[in-house]
């Protein structure tokens, strides 16, 4: 699975690692109910002891007659919670919080059954108010109190009985807070890494010489270079996704300038119970922007336990959909792709991923074939689809219109009516900064996909939502594997124009931005990222040759000039595009301009009539049909 540079609530990682653990290992779950049966038990003796003084205490009292269905009771509330799952070693004040909400649910319990029970004549007596209060009390600082201990000894008394490998290379860890505690106490405590970590660096000036555990914040990462020689230091680690773009690509230009090596401590998900896999930077973590945060909560109540279908799964961008939405467990997932080997795979790699209530369902359909699209809605009757089917590279699509026009508009027409036809509640269309002022057929073509789902959705039940983005790092065809190869044959690098500059992001960001906006979006909105400031293409070349581990002059840069529909430079909205304000801070949406559905089903069968005839025949009249496209470079005519 893709790795995901972002930064996360670390419980809701553990959570999710441990998810798999605890499914793979049975014994656990026998073994921490024994526990808390044992725990449980004490805790209700001592109950019973505080109150009546151990002189004054009989065994054969109330005790006796009332253990099995205070324990029976207690037991129930954590399986309800899931608090067996939970592990000592990541206590913090949500792990108490959950503790005290399980004691308050089980004292409420046992007070209602005992009222109940000798109420009826079940029981011949009534527990006293004061025991379950003290049980409950003391439920609260077992638990509490043996978490903290675990943590205690996982963190302060296992790293101090632990010698460090003599091999082991002294390194600074970006993070001075409790993320970088953590990680820190992991590689420390963990044989064969290669690291130790030594001292700890912060974005906070504050911080700087204080001490988070036992070992020091040295610097600022603005100027740790003094501290860090002085330490005999050469290699900073950094968690992958948790800086800032722009604050990552400082540290790694102060790094690569003083003879410094920057590496990658992967998300916390991956650090327990294995070897830590550090890693160079690499492209992905030079973005220039804030990692975006996802509202896991309104995913979860989109997609779990419902019926998700992903066209184009089998593509870069809805393979990684399907991936993501393997996280918030669906009833079933249809994987709907004309490619039958990477669905094929795509199946294969999911199986690994499934939960037992989760069904996958391979389909083998094209979007084009309006009859074989219904048949399968018909059968499938999905309830969330995501549409990814779409040719993406703007010179193929230069020379050959008729499949543009077939795939992308038509395409997404015949999705389009079939979710709207079997009451799909939510339909989200992938589609790109190109599709805005397009200079490109593809452009073009995405621009009229984008309005005939905004007019099809003005009279549909269906709500119809468009997620907008710029250029995906690393997917099929993308500049970036393109210039990785051309450097590994030793050059050159071949770029159309110095001065162009794209949007990126990589390709889990764009897969849980279409998360979110399903999620967030009512129907009628375009979304958008805030990508941050536009990559020059030039600056990304320098930074790929770097990251070879090569100089910048060692692989040629050659201009070879704009090919057929490109442009310098890519826009987001229309500028008739009414923006409108959502709760996600790194995401923009816009209202559509409207337009008539009749209209543009006009549009599309007069279009979908040309594609036996001239291409340049169906460029002009894209010319007709979106007045904003202005090719930048015809093609010749055919």
Known sequence: MAEINQQYDNSKLVEVHEESRWKSRPVLYVRSVLVNLAMYAVVYFLAYLIKYDYNNFNINHWFAKSIAWVLAIKMIVLYVSRAYRNIGYYATMRELRSIISDACFSFVGIVVFSAVGHSFGIFDYRLPLSIVVLDMLLSVVARGGGRMAQRFYKETLKPSLVKPDEEDEPALLVGANNLGAHVANVINTQRNVGFRVVGFLTVHNYKVRMRLGSLPVVSKIDNFTAAANKMNVKTILVVAGSLPGKTFRELYDTCDKNGFRLQVVPPIEFLPDRKIPIRDVDVNDLLKRDPIELDADKIHELITGRRVMVTGAGGSIGSEICRQIMRFDPKELFLLGRGENRIFFLERELKALKKEGTKLTPIIADVSNAERIDGVFNVARPEIVF?????????????????????????????????????????????????????????????????????????????????????????????????????????????????????FMTIPEASQLVLEAAAMGKGGEIFVLDMGDPVHILDLAKDLI???????????????????????????????????????????????????????????????GMTAGPQDAIRDKLRVFVPEYKPTILSPKQ
């Open 387 to 503: 549409h990814a089917a779409a040719h993406k590279h703007v010179p193929l699509m230069e020379a050959n219109i008729p499949e543009a026009v077939r795939n992308n508009i038509y395409g997404t027409k015949v999705v389009a009516d079939a979710s709207d036809r079997y009451g799909v509640e939510k339909f989200v269309m992938i589609s790109t900064d190109k599709a805005v002022n397009p200079s490109s057929v593809m452009g073009c073509s995405k621009q009229m996909a984008e309005r005939y789902v905004n007019a099809v959705g003005a009279r549909s039940k269906t709500r119809f939502i468009v997620t907008r983005f710029g250029n995906v790092l690393g997917s099929n065809g993308s500049v970036v594997p393109i210039f990785t190869k051309q450097i590994q044959h030793g050059g050159p690098i071949t770029i159309t124009d110095k001065r162009m500059t794209r949007y």
């Open 546 to 608: 770097r990251l070879s581990g090569l100089p910048e002059h060692a692989i040629e840069i050659r201009e070879i000039g704009l090919r057929p529909g490109e442009k310098l430079y890519e826009e987001l909205y229309f500028e008739t595009e009414r923006r409108i304000p959502t709760t996600q801070e790194k995401l923009f949406a816009a209202e559509h301009r409207q337009f008539d559905i009749d209209v543009v089903q006009s549009q599309i069968d007069e279009l979908l």
